[in-house]
Protein backbone atom coordinates (compact mmCIF):
# COMPACT_ATOMS: atom_id res chain seq x y z
CA UNK A 1 0.00 0.00 0.00
CA UNK A 2 1.41 3.48 -1.10
CA UNK A 3 1.30 5.49 1.80
CA UNK A 4 1.51 9.95 1.93
CA UNK A 5 1.87 11.93 5.09
CA UNK A 6 0.84 15.32 5.49
CA UNK A 7 0.27 18.24 8.19
CA UNK A 8 3.90 19.10 8.82
CA UNK A 9 5.15 22.39 9.12
CA UNK A 10 6.56 24.70 12.17
CA UNK A 11 4.78 25.26 15.20
CA UNK A 12 5.65 27.08 18.48
CA UNK A 13 6.20 25.36 21.58
CA UNK A 14 2.96 24.73 23.16
CA UNK A 15 1.38 24.38 20.23
CA UNK A 16 -0.69 21.39 18.42
CA UNK A 17 -0.19 19.73 14.83
CA UNK A 18 -2.41 16.96 13.33
CA UNK A 19 -0.93 14.98 10.52
CA UNK A 20 -2.58 12.82 8.24
CA UNK A 21 -1.68 9.30 6.59
CA UNK A 22 -3.44 8.66 3.06
CA UNK A 23 -3.85 5.72 1.04
CA UNK A 24 -5.55 5.18 -2.73
CA UNK A 25 -5.94 1.39 -1.86
CA UNK A 26 -9.18 0.24 -0.76
CA UNK A 27 -7.34 -2.57 1.39
CA UNK A 28 -5.98 0.46 3.53
CA UNK A 29 -8.37 -0.16 6.01
CA UNK A 30 -7.11 -4.44 6.61
CA UNK A 31 -4.08 -2.70 7.48
CA UNK A 32 -2.85 -1.66 11.04
CA UNK A 33 -1.09 1.47 11.36
CA UNK A 34 1.74 2.81 13.21
CA UNK A 35 3.46 6.54 13.21
CA UNK A 36 7.20 6.47 13.78
CA UNK A 37 9.83 9.56 14.15
CA UNK A 38 13.35 10.28 13.37
CA UNK A 39 15.00 13.44 14.60
CA UNK A 40 18.20 14.57 12.52
CA UNK A 41 21.29 12.01 13.77
CA UNK A 42 18.96 9.82 15.99
CA UNK A 43 17.51 6.46 15.79
CA UNK A 44 13.94 5.78 14.39
CA UNK A 45 11.88 5.95 17.28
CA UNK A 46 8.04 4.21 17.56
CA UNK A 47 4.97 6.73 18.72
CA UNK A 48 1.44 5.31 18.35
CA UNK A 49 0.15 2.29 16.28
CA UNK A 50 -3.93 1.66 15.72
CA UNK A 51 -5.64 -1.31 14.96
CA UNK A 52 -7.20 -2.31 11.75
CA UNK A 53 -10.90 -1.13 13.06
CA UNK A 54 -9.10 1.78 14.91
CA UNK A 55 -10.47 0.36 18.42
CA UNK A 56 -7.04 -0.75 19.51
CA UNK A 57 -4.33 1.74 20.57
CA UNK A 58 -1.09 1.66 21.37
CA UNK A 59 1.47 4.37 22.48
CA UNK A 60 5.42 4.71 23.92
CA UNK A 61 5.70 5.83 27.34
CA UNK A 62 7.14 9.70 26.14
CA UNK A 63 3.73 10.41 24.75
CA UNK A 64 2.40 11.19 28.20
CA UNK A 65 -1.35 11.79 27.03
CA UNK A 66 -0.05 14.53 24.36
CA UNK A 67 -0.70 12.23 21.04
CA UNK A 68 -3.62 10.32 19.87
CA UNK A 69 -3.83 8.34 17.18
CA UNK A 70 -6.94 7.50 15.29
CA UNK A 71 -8.09 6.92 11.90
CA UNK A 72 -11.22 7.56 9.27
CA UNK A 73 -12.04 4.47 6.95
CA UNK A 74 -14.38 6.44 5.18
CA UNK A 75 -11.40 8.85 4.41
CA UNK A 76 -8.75 6.26 4.65
CA UNK A 77 -6.71 8.11 6.43
CA UNK A 78 -4.83 7.91 9.96
CA UNK A 79 -4.30 10.53 12.05
CA UNK A 80 -1.58 11.75 14.56
CA UNK A 81 -3.20 14.58 16.79
CA UNK A 82 -0.02 16.04 18.89
CA UNK A 83 -1.06 18.49 21.80
CA UNK A 84 1.95 20.41 23.89
CA UNK A 85 4.73 20.40 21.61
CA UNK A 86 8.46 21.18 22.71
CA UNK A 87 11.51 21.21 20.68
CA UNK A 88 11.85 17.69 21.39
CA UNK A 89 9.27 16.77 19.92
CA UNK A 90 11.26 18.35 16.13
CA UNK A 91 11.44 15.21 13.91
CA UNK A 92 10.71 13.57 10.48
CA UNK A 93 7.12 11.82 10.97
CA UNK A 94 6.64 8.56 8.97
CA UNK A 95 3.50 6.59 9.26
CA UNK A 96 3.64 2.80 7.96
CA UNK A 97 1.35 -0.34 7.25
CA UNK A 98 1.15 -3.89 8.64
CA UNK A 99 -0.77 -6.30 6.69
CA UNK A 100 -0.23 -8.67 9.72
CA UNK A 101 -2.69 -6.15 11.43
CA UNK A 102 -0.49 -5.88 14.77
CA UNK A 103 -0.02 -2.97 17.21
CA UNK A 104 2.90 -2.58 18.31
CA UNK A 105 6.48 -0.63 18.05
CA UNK A 106 8.39 -3.23 16.40
CA UNK A 107 9.53 -1.02 12.89
CA UNK A 108 9.98 -4.56 11.36
CA UNK A 109 6.68 -5.57 11.71
CA UNK A 110 5.27 -2.90 9.26
CA UNK A 111 5.49 -3.53 5.41
CA UNK A 112 4.93 -0.05 3.90
CA UNK A 113 5.79 3.19 4.53
CA UNK A 114 5.43 6.96 3.64
CA UNK A 115 7.91 9.55 2.60
CA UNK A 116 7.73 11.89 5.91
CA UNK A 117 6.57 14.93 7.23
CA UNK A 118 8.56 17.16 9.08
CA UNK A 119 7.70 18.66 12.17
CA UNK A 120 9.50 21.40 13.92
CA UNK A 121 9.23 23.17 16.77
CA UNK A 122 10.11 26.63 17.93
CA UNK A 123 11.34 27.40 21.91
Known amino acids: VRLVESGGGLVQAGGSLRLSCTAS????????VGWFRQASGEDLDFVAA????????YYADFVKGRITISRDHAKNAVYLQMNSLNPEDTATYYC?????????????????WGQGAQVTVSS
Open 25 to 32: ERTFSTYS
Open 96 to 112: AADDAGRVAGMKEYYDS
Open 50 to 57: ISRGGDGT
